[in-house]
């Protein structure tokens, strides 16, 4: 059962085994797993719940509904980067565009060497990447459903010589709408408010949407619960307080929210990496114009990758985007930025993002809210520019007539000739428009406590019965998409808090 703000009348109390702080790739899982096993579970989420039916396929709509400050959240440094959240029953992955990666093997082996998170080798993930993969249905982009912007990918693609292939993707019968980042109006997406959050509700789960958690309540070093606010679904005002307690306590409020839970709690601070090791995979898009017809917002917007690249950290994925939001990657004001516009039917785009080294930090400010600080290092910042020229290169081998640069300075190669300007150019920092959307690391996972926030079955470091499970946990870059990562990192933590509360 949901229970939204609206619903409730006074003050709420409630005690049950196991409560889970957000709904969104970690908390849902691990919601649906426990609840399978008969384990008393209630979720709370502090967006509101948003049914499929109600998806309009409206992008500022949408954003406003399902996303957090309408999709504005972005870090503070040079420069600094657009790092949207959901915030809604689902999380973000209600407003993901669908791509599944597993993790690559090197990663984990840094993993192991650096962190000493030896368990978490490729065997050991298989079985729980193949249970999450069966439940959310992921399989390859089906081509009917890809868009002309997958076909000119894999055209610039070939002529290099690049690989190239659809995406693997979490759908059940979709038809390319072209909305994933807006909410599956057909419901085709699996995310978390169509596969797990409903498969824990089927097992008695609850849900209370449009409740904020505050603080967390230890006492002795034992977690015994959380209380919060229920909000106004309208207005997001304060309407009553909350308080639960709780046999097990799991923080699944993502990258930004759940160190900022921890801090505010007074919990976790003993290593002082709480909040700190901020990755995010910063990415950039290029735009291009072709001669033919493409209206490349008619199916998947992101189905297609080119991998040649992705063993030095470079993974380049499509990012295709709808008139009214993709209006913003193109160059130019006015009548020019008109005459874009009105060929936006011959638009194509493509995107990459880096595996990045360079180390962000999230602050809790005084209303209990998060800020990202973050700032590109110089290998990072090399490996954008690299990307930019190839990104480039890779249009043009397509067949673009002009391409669009997300730079400040050098809007336009007009034509092949162009890129030696692009190779010559030197953009600093904050000349490129960069954009993020895999946070993760800032409640690390490590084997030794001084180095880490959580140990390598993801329980706080000095606390019983609290664990994180969501993306705060990376202790490096993945380089790849990270939601399947999160969900088969949860279904393992399931099975340890299911035995750790015992019979
Ligand atoms: C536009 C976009 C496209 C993306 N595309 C992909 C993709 O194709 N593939 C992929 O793998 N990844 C993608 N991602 C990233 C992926 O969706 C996230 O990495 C993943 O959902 C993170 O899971 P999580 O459990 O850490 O947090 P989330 O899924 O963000 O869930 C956290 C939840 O906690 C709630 N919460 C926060 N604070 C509180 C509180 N105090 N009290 C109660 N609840 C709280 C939030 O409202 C939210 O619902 C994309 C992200 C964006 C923004």
Known sequence: MILTGDAVHGPLREEVEVCVVGSGAGGAVVAAELAERGREVLVLEEGGHHPTEGFSARPLEMMGRLYRDRGMTCTLGTPGIPVPLGRCVGGTTTVNSGTCFRVPPRVLSKWSKDHGLADLDEAALAPLYERVEARIE???????????????????????????????????????TGVCAFGCPRG???????????????????????CRVERLRV??????????????PETDRPRFPFSVRARALVLSA?????????ARSGLAGGSRELGRNL???????????????????????????????????????????????????LPYLGHRHRALMERYDHVVNFAALVSDSSTGRVWPTPGGRGVMTYRLNRADHEALVRTLRLLAR??????????FLPMLGMPEL???????????????????????????????????PRRSVVDPRLRVHGVRGLWVVDASVFPSSLSVNPQLTIMAMATRASGDIHEALGG
């Open 219 to 232: 006492e002795a070093g034992r977690a015994l619960g959380v209380e919060g606010t229920v909000l106004d």
């Open 138 to 176: 992921v399989r390859s982009a089906p081509v009917a459903t890809l868009s002309a912007n997958a076909s000119f990918v894999a055209r610039g693609a070939e002529a290099l010589g690049w690989r190239h292939r659809p995406l693997l993707r979490n759908i059940h019968e979709c038809r390319g």
């Open 254 to 262: 993502g990258t930004v929210h759940s160190p900022v839970l921890l």
């Open 279 to 329: 990755r995010i995979h910063p990415a950039l898009k290029v735009s291009a114009l072709v001669a033919e017809r493409v209206t490349a917002w008619a199916g998947v917007p992101q189905g297609y990758c080119v991998e040649e690249f992705a063993d030095e950290g470079i993974l380049m994925e499509e990012a295709f985007t709808p008139p009214e939001v993709g209006c913003i990657a």
């Open 188 to 210: 085709a997406k699996q995310s978390m408010l169509v596969s797990y959050i409903p498969r824990a509700l089927a097992h008695g789960a609850r849900l209370h949407a449009n």
């Open 394 to 403: 890779l249009c043009f081998a397509g067949g673009a007539e002009r391409v």
């Open 414 to 448: 007009a034509s092949p000739d162009d890129l030696s300007r692009l190779e010559a150019a030197r953009p600093r920092p904050g000349d490129l428009e960069l954009a993020a959307f895999h946070p993760m690391g800032t409640c690390r996972m490590g084997a030794d």
